[in-house]
């Protein structure tokens, strides 16, 4: 069973950082937690923050034990990045829980880590014939568009003003799920299997427009529909994130399908216009737009800063609180900031560590970029080849959104910082993608 | 040491692991890249040294984006069609998928269609079976028209 020849030691090598990282993590919580002087406003107990450490660097390891059993061929560096942004997120939730109000925060995170990794691996089992994603992709197309309907008609009945609107609750346990998630995954199966059937379709362009070339008509129907699909995110969700990663996620398969890059152009300007339509029409749009613009104007009758802009503005002094090298790890006072532990993750983070933490933040989710882009060369078959495209652009287009959104370079949307964030949906959403991607991994050509 | 001085010292140590944890996946990222080199180079070398057995003088481009006059050299197995993987790739509406193969056997180039929608034609015949051809005779694939020239 544990081959040596073909035991993952590189993952094992590189898994044993993030374990380094919670331990380190740990030992100044509870340095933290014994300081004289009380910096933070509630105290983290030693044994609460005992079963999320050592729990992850368990599951962490039980999910090599596994990969190494069932799929012993497969990128090795996919699990030890996810694990150290999953660490980075559970440490936060630990940390964040008491100050928020909820003490069991980091346990549950970690709940939601351990779901994660055993839905990755299996996702990696279920998936040894690729081809019955393929077959199927009209059905996963109609569960993610269900799962939109569902949601435009829940969202109605909503009445917060939280920039996740997107949630489903599940009977009355508190259980709530959010369909975008699995949405995303729906979508590029979709996608994946339509672009690969019709890519020399949509190479060919006989429909000249200035400099710009455009493909057939009759070929332009699907672009139109995703236009159209994300648009219509937008107005009924009033989603902005969702509409961007849905379009972003159809233009970057498109764009590796078709090699033209006139369709991208002709898209963003469509986009735009349609922006600048919604925004004229549309006072919510208007509003959006104007916190941003105006997040730090203290003059009546807004006050803007004080009410609409509150998160805006205190994630920015978050962010600066931090400096170059952070407040350090339980120092921070980021709880002030709405939803610090989901859609502020991000300036939470960078409060305790600073712009360094982040710079190196951005340098991990840019590799796993790079990781996926490169399992996505290596595959002979077009439909494995952009699946695995798409499957990366989720991971790259959420984490643009979310942190231009956390640093006031566009309007907050409720896409989650992938594997950071807190919330179960999420993270366990985006280890099915890894587990995806290990296996598109394992098909080279 | 104090509590503070050892918080300065882990506080620097987390984000140290985060830019170890970073180097590492670059490392082995290059290790991986230079394993994948060698085979990419063997395939250059073989691309260089390919013969060439012919050539096609294009005529009449059709709808393809091509001038009349260019030439295209032929290898011991040339595809021609509308598809990418194509040894020439003809972008019309009337050329199939893998339209036409052109083979070099016995010091003589065939042509051989390929299941074609709008069949391909040697000197004017639509061909059902490979016919050999001699310089100067004309291919039309589609509507894009070929001469054949020696090497």
Known sequence: MFNRQRYRWTELWLL????????????????????????????????????????????????????????????QTL???????????VLMSLRLGPDIG?????????????????????????TRDLRWLRNYKYTWAAVGIVLVGITLLHSHSLSTNAPSRDVLNIGSGGLSFQPSEILKICLVIFFAGYLSENREMLAISNLRVGPLKLPPLKHLGPLIAMLGLALLIFLGVKELGLAILVFGLFLSMLYVASNRPSYIIGSVVAFALGALVIYRIFPYAQQRIAIVGNAFDTTPP????????????????????????GAGLGLGKSWIVPFSHTDYIAASFGEEF????????????????????????????????L??????????????VILAGNLKIMPLTGIPLPFVAYGGSSLIANYIIIGLLLRLSQDKS | MDNYQLLLYLRIGLVAILY?????????????????????????????????????ILI???????????????????????????????DSTFVSTEHTRILYKDKSLWVEDMGSRNGTLVNGQTIAQPVAVAPGALLQVGDVRFEFAAA
């Open chain 2, 20 to 56: 170890l944890v970073i180097l590492q996946i670059v490392l082995v990222s290059r290790r991986d890249l230079k394993r994948a080199e060698k085979p990419v180079a063997a395939g250059v070398a073989t691309t260089r040294a390919r013969q060439v057995v012919g050539r096609l």
């Open chain 1, 79 to 89: 699990l030890p990045i996810a694990g150290m942004l999953t660490s980075i997120g």
């Open chain 1, 354 to 385: 600073g712009f360094a933490g982040v710079l190196a933040l951005i340098g991990l989710f840019m590799l796993l970029v790079y990781r996926g882009m490169h399992i996505a060369t290596r595959p002979r078959a077009s439909f494995n080849q």
């Open chain 1, 387 to 400: 699946m695995a495209v798409g499957l990366t652009a989720v991971f790259a287009i959420q984490t643009i």
């Open chain 2, 60 to 90: 009449d481009s059709g709808s393809t984006p091509y001038k009349p006059g260019q030439e295209f050299a032929l290898e011991p197995i040339t595809t021609i069609g509308r598809a990418p993987t194509n040894s020439i790739v003809l």
């Open chain 1, 16 to 75: 044993l950082l993030p374990s380094v990282f919670l331990l380190v993590g740990y030992f100044e919580l509870l340095i933290v937690h014994n300081l004289s002087v009380p910096v933070t406003s509630h105290n983290l107990p030693p044994l609460d923050a005992f079963t999320p450490i050592f729990g992850l660097i368990a599951a962490l390891f039980g999910a090599h034990l596994l990969l190494v059993i069932i799929a012993p061929d497969a990128d």
């Open chain 1, 302 to 325: 807004a006050r803007i800063a004080y009410n609409a802009g509150f998160q805006i503005v205190q994630g920015l002094i978050a962010f600066g609180n931090g400096g170059v090298f």
């Open chain 1, 102 to 126: 909820v003490p069991t925060l980091g346990l549950k995170q970690l709940a939601f880590a351990i779901a994660g990794l055993a839905v990755c691996v299996l996702t990696v089992w279920a």
